[in-house]
């Protein structure tokens, strides 16, 4: 009994060269290649597949990126591999790549962002025209990589206006405010700002990136010794927004807070109380106009739990090893209609000053960094 | 066949003397700090040439033949993961392979997502990430397997970003995946990136890099905050353990049958006799205390460098300290020996040569590369390679 992996050789090593280009054998070599899980799962055969896909002309190219649309994230890096292998021995070996197929791929915003992205670089290595007169389209690109491009042209265009022309605020904000349909990073939202400020707009940053700012507190619960993060408080088994519980230091009752820092940062420690060694629990409601895959982004420099709907999504537990804007990214679903969202956040008992911070942002948006806001607000 | 044999004997020692002029992984080959080829040059000077890297990075370059391989990671999320090769002869690069991290990407600044350093078998590319991707690629860049241990763990990661860097030995690559909540070592297949052990290790940030042991047991040496834990690298079983804590940031170092460990400023402890769990303490010193720097030991003597940048020499029998000299720190990087001349970069761009004396240390070169430096050097064939930000240089 030959193993599947042996099978894989044989009918690699086997089959007549005429026929290693077709369709199906592709396939299967992509079969093979998407077979890579967990764990190293699926490596035997997809090694050898690999080592045969490698060999491959440029033919193999605008398949690799069609297989590439469905692979796992594993399976997508050995399949960038292969593509990148065979377009970098095409441009050795002074062969062109397939432009106008690679233009194609481009332009179908349907198809993997990330090998968009990969696609566009290769076509900028060749210095394609058409490539880069695209620019400006990728303004609402799914690929917030692409995406990027189109924001940064429209920052260079004001900024040269601003330099050039420096009283024609009109024409340096409209590209500003065309420059912030697309931005997501903050590095440029940033700059879009400043910006927009000089032409008298200010922007809802909050509302720019879908920052949840009104919450539900209530706590503290224990978190002596790091006690409280496995431990179930009354707020995991009910939502009662009325209820009253046995907290650390006497009885807790849900209150409402709101921040307004612009980004969406909510302080436990300032805003209720420095308690070390506690819990606290973060409730609000969120609308969404339809069922759909999220990101919920999350940054806090304490251990946490988020459960959507009552269902735990991710639990870390980490405390002050800091915090940075989108720390944490969880996808989830949203149904349609009012949605909960519960955030447990513990403060430990580190007495250094830089681990007094008890704070979260959070906020949700579609898989590119997009804000996604619900339909109904407090 | 005589002439066989001749012939089979040259071939051999040829390939020895290939291997022993790689620079394998970090701190070397064999994992020390130690050049054991040709000496490096006396002055910092002669630059034979110097490239621009195009993504970020604090990993160390690492030799093989005539190829010297990068790791950095780029665009906005620094979550694309990129390894180069370059020619060791003009630095030409040779290929540039890319990848999209499956972990988060998200380090303290002063990191970078390729802080670990990579490794190599001499066939083989083996490289790491704070993301905890593993990526191998043999010497032309054709992908042999990627495993994504943070896909797999979604909790193995650090906020601050991870460090460790990869070793190799017995075919197994050691990848130290050690933070406050998931905390894993991994064994991992070197030819098709199978688990071939994976450990439970202390929940606690590690930075420290797994050391090779260089005696004939299978050994890996894995330090953390309990201690260091001598872990067979066939089969991930703990041969015996020092529990007495240890510094989450310098790495051991091991001469002979001695681990020289940063805790409580600086343990030698060599594996015990009667009992084999417990290795035996030989001295430990308060007055060696390592910063990020790690030790290193040269003809009987261990030198260390603390946070202001002054080196303390001791002898490696009792931990006395024999001499210090003043060196501008800080460090980050660790210094490598050739010849009795130790080379430092500090984490301004300083490098500096220290000629070690018996009774002392004398700074007889320094050269200004004017860029933020936290990798190791590396060094091969008589040449150092000494990797910033920005920039790769060749010294020879």
């Known amino acids: ?378 | 066949m005589l002439i066989r044999f001749i012939f089979l004997f040259a071939l051999i020692l040829h390939c020895v003397t290939c291997a022993a002029e790689d620079w394998r992984q970090f701190r070397g080959t064999l994992n020390n700090g130690i050049v054991t080829g040709p000496a490096l040059p006396d002055t910092l000077d002669h630059i034979a040439w110097k490239i621009d890297l195009k993504g970020r990075g604090v990993s160390s370059p690492i030799i093989v033949g005539d190829r010297v391989f990068v790791t950095s990671s780029q665009g906005v999320h620094q979550n694309r993961l990129v390894v180069n090769c370059y020619d060791t002869d003009n630095g030409n690069e040779l290929w540039q392979r890319e990848f999209w991290a499956t972990g988060r990407t998200i380090c303290h600044k002063k990191m970078a997502v390729a802080t670990p350093t990579p490794a190599s078998d001499g066939e083989r590319i083996f490289a790491f990430y704070s993301s905890n991707d593993v990526i191998c690629l043999d010497l032309e860049g054709n992908l042999q397997w990627y495993r994504g241990l943070t896909y797999d763990f979604p909790n193995v990661s650090n906020s601050l970003g991870m460090a460790s860097s990869l070793i190799v030995k017995n075919g197994i690559v050691v990848c130290m995946a050690e933070n406050d909540t998931e905390s894993f070592t991994f064994g991992l297949d070197a030819i098709d990136g199978t688990t071939r052990w994976q450990i439970d290790r202390p929940r606690k940030a590690n930075w420290t890099s797994p050391v090779v042991w260089p005696g004939e047991e299978p050994w890996v040496l894995l330090q953390s905050s309990k201690g260091v834990a001598a872990v067979d690298v066939n089969t991930g079983e703990t041969a015996w353990e020092y529990l007495d804590g240890a510094s989450t940031i310098p790495s051991l170092t091991i001469n002979g049958q001695v681990a020289y460990v940063p805790s409580h400023g600086l343990t030698a402890i060599r594996p015990g006799i009667s009992d084999p769990k417990t290795p035996k303490i030989i001295w430990q010193s308060g007055q060696l205390s390592p910063a990020t720097a790690s030790p290193i030991v040269y003809e009987n003597r261990v030198y260390v460098a603390n946070r202001a940048g002054v080196v303390s020499c001791a002898d490696i029998e009792n931990g006395k300290r024999i001499w210090q000299a003043r060196m501008k720190g800080p460090f980050s990087a660790s210094p490598i020996i050739s010849s009795g001349k130790m080379y430092a970069v500090n984490e301004r761009g300083l490098a500096q040569i220290l000629q070690i004396k018996q009774d002392g240390g004398e700074v007889i070169s320094t050269h200004d590369f004017q860029d933020t430096f936290l990798a190791t050097p590396s060094a091969s064939n008589g040449a150092l390679y000494l990797r910033s930000d920005q920039h790769l240089w060749k010294i020879k």
């Open chain 1, 1 to 378: 009994m030959k193993s599947p992996a042996v099978i894989v050789l044989l009918l690699f090593t086997f089959l007549p060269r005429c026929c290693a280009q077709s369709q199906g054998e592709l396939s299967s070599l992509f079969m093979a290649i998407k077979s890579v899980d967990h764990e190293g799962k699926g490596h035997q055969r997809a090694r050898l597949a690999i080592q045969e896909l490698q060999k491959r002309d440029a033919s193999a190219l605008i398949p690799i990126l069609i297989a590439l649309d469905d692979a796992n994230p594993l399976a997508s890096n050995w399949l960038r591999n292969a593509f990148e292998t065979i377009a970098a021995r095409t441009l050795e070996e002074g062969k062109p790549l397939p432009e106008e197929a690679l233009l194609n791929f481009l332009r179908k915003t349907s198809h993997r962002p990330a090998s968009r992205r990969m696609v566009f670089e290769w076509l900028q290595k060749i210095g394609s025209d058409q490539a880069d007169e695209m620019i400006d389209m990728f303004i609402n690109d799914p690929s917030d990589e692409l995406r990027r491009e189109a924001v940064g042209r429209y920052i260079k265009q004001a900024e040269k206006i601003a330099k050039d022309s420096p009283d024609d605020l009109k024409s340096r904000c409209a590209f500003y405010r065309k420059a912030l349909l697309g931005a997501s990073d903050n590095d440029q939202v940033r700059k879009i700002i400043k910006g927009l400020k000089q032409c008298g707009e200010d922007i809802d940053l909050q509302y720019h990136y879908g920052f949840l700012n009104t919450w539900y507190l209530i706590g503290p619960f224990n978190n002596k010794q790091g006690v409280g993060f496995a431990q179930v408080y009354p707020p995991e088994k009910e939502i009662n927004l009325t209820a009253a519980y046995d907290g650390q230091l006497g009885e807790v009752t849900w209150k409402k807070y709101q921040t307004d820092d612009p980004y969406g940062i909510l302080d436990i420690a300032r805003q209720v109380a420095p308690h070390k060694g506690a819990v606290e629990y973060a409730y609000t409601e969120f609308f969404s106009e339809k069922e759909q895959p999220v990101e919920f982004r999350l940054a806090t420099p304490n251990a946490w739990k988020l459960w959507v709907n009552g269902k735990l999504l991710f639990e870390r537990e980490e405390y002050h090893r800091g915090t940075a804007f989108d720390q944490y990214r969880v996808p989830g679903t949203l149904k349609k209609g009012k949605n909960s969202i519960l955030l447990k956040i513990c403060q430990n008992e580190q007495t250094q000053d830089w681990a007094q911070r008890w704070q979260f942002q959070f906020r949700v948006c579609n898989p590119y960094g997009m804000a996604i806001h619900s339909t109904k607000t407090e």
